[in-house]
């Protein structure tokens, strides 16, 4: 997989799928609910939750970036505006962590919510987000729409 870092957050992708990790800070105690019946610890809610600012220089190359592994991720990809909760990336949910993750687009900024129930372990990179197409296509829109761009 190919990776690149944007002020801490990781990108890479693969064929089919693009991924928003980050590096948490291992010496952060693991989260048990009460409620769960697997008692397990998990990262907590606290180290899923960041926002991505960038300078606009950076926030242009970071579009840039998703143009350019939207087309190496899915051959035939397209901005498009969201038009079903299944194109629409501000929503979705991790069948890995059965739980939802959450991204908004603003000025030169993100914000990621990562799943929650990501089993604490000897790995500090952990997920924030994977897309699919359809939630890349409005994803990578948006980013444009902020620029004042357009793709292809």
């Given at each position: 997989?190919?990776?690149?870092?944007?002020?801490?957050?990781?990108?890479?992708?693969?064929?089919?799928?693009?991924?928003?990790?980050?590096?948490?800070?291992?010496?952060?105690?693991?989260?048990?609910?009460?409620?769960?019946?697997?008692?397990?610890?998990?990262?907590?809610?606290?180290?899923?939750?960041?926002?991505?600012?960038?300078?606009?220089?950076?926030?242009?190359?970071?579009?840039?970036?998703?143009?350019?592994?939207?087309?190496?991720?899915?051959?035939?990809?397209?901005?498009?505006?969201?038009?079903?909760?299944?194109?629409?990336?501000?929503?979705?949910?991790?069948?890995?962590?059965?739980?939802?993750?959450?991204?908004?687009?603003?000025?030169?900024?993100?914000?990621l919510d990562g799943?929650?129930?990501?089993?604490?372990?000897?790995?500090?990179?952990?997920?924030?987000?994977?897309?699919?197409?359809?939630?890349?296509?409005?994803?990578?829109?948006?980013?444009?729409?902020?620029?004042?761009?357009?793709?292809?």
């Amino acid at each position: 997989m190919i990776e690149r870092n944007f002020n801490g957050l990781i990108v890479h992708h693969r064929k089919s799928a693009v991924f928003f990790e980050r590096e948490t800070d291992l010496n952060i105690e693991g989260y048990v609910s009460p409620c769960w019946k697997d008692q397990t610890p998990v990262i907590q809610p606290s180290e899923l939750k960041h926002k991505y600012t960038f300078s606009q220089t950076e926030y242009k190359e970071f579009v840039a970036y998703m143009e350019q592994i939207a087309l190496e991720a899915w051959s035939n990809f397209k901005p498009k505006i969201a038009v079903s909760p299944g194109s629409d990336y501000w929503e979705y949910y991790d069948r890995d962590f059965d739980n939802n993750g959450y991204l908004t687009v603003g000025e030169y900024c993100i914000n990621l919510d990562g799943p929650a129930n990501q089993p604490k372990t000897d790995n500090p990179i952990i997920r924030l987000y994977k897309f699919n197409k359809h939630k890349f296509e409005s994803f990578v829109y948006d980013l444009q729409k902020t620029l004042g761009g357009n793709m292809g």
